[in-house]
C-alpha cells in the first residue's frame, strides 16, 4: 500500500504562489506515474496535471497552463505542484495521487488511479 501525504496549501490572495508538496510512502516512489486532481466546492473532482514515472514527460489542463507545474523527485519521494499567479478559481481541495505505470491516461485519468491522498485546501481570494 502506498501513502500519500499533501501539504503546502493554504489562503492566499489573486496572483499569489504557492506550491504543493506530496510525500509518498510504502511503495517504490519510482514505479509510480503521478497526478494532481482538484475539487471546488460544489464541482466534480476534475485532473490539473500528470508526470510520467521518470519525471521527463508532463501535462496539464489547460486551464492550468502556463501557471503551474508538476516536477517529482524520487530521490525525496515526493511529487510537487508549483502554483502561481494563482485565480480565485483555482480555490479548490488538492489532491495528490499515484497510479503504478508508466504513465496517467489523461482522458481517463481518474479511473485509473490506485493510491489518492487526503487532500489540502487552497483558497485564494480575489
Known amino acids: 500500500q502506498v501513502q500519500l501525504v499533501e501539504s503546502g496549501g493554504g489562503l492566499v490572495q489573486a496572483g499569489a504562489s504557492l506550491r504543493l508538496s506530496c510525500a509518498a510512502s510504502?511503495?517504490?516512489?519510482?514505479?509510480?506515474?503521478m497526478a494532481w486532481f482538484r475539487q471546488a466546492p460544489g464541482k466534480e473532482r476534475e485532473f490539473v496535471a500528470t508526470i510520467n514515472r521518470s519525471g521527463g514527460n508532463t501535462y496539464y489542463v489547460d486551464s492550468v497552463k502556463g501557471r503551474f507545474t508538476i516536477s517529482r523527485d524520487n530521490a525525496k519521494n515526493t511529487v510537487y505542484l508549483q502554483m502561481e499567479s494563482l485565480k480565485p478559481e483555482d480555490t479548490a481541495v488538492y489532491y495528490c495521487?499515484?497510479?503504478?505505470?508508466?504513465?496517467?491516461?489523461?482522458?481517463?485519468?481518474?479511473?485509473?488511479?490506485?493510491?489518492w491522498g487526503q487532500g489540502t485546501q487552497v483558497t485564494v481570494s480575489s
Open positions: 495521487a499515484a497510479r503504478r505505470a508508466v504513465l496517467i491516461p489523461v482522458t481517463q485519468a481518474e479511473g485509473s488511479i490506485d493510491y
Open positions: 510504502g511503495g517504490t516512489f519510482g514505479s509510480y506515474a
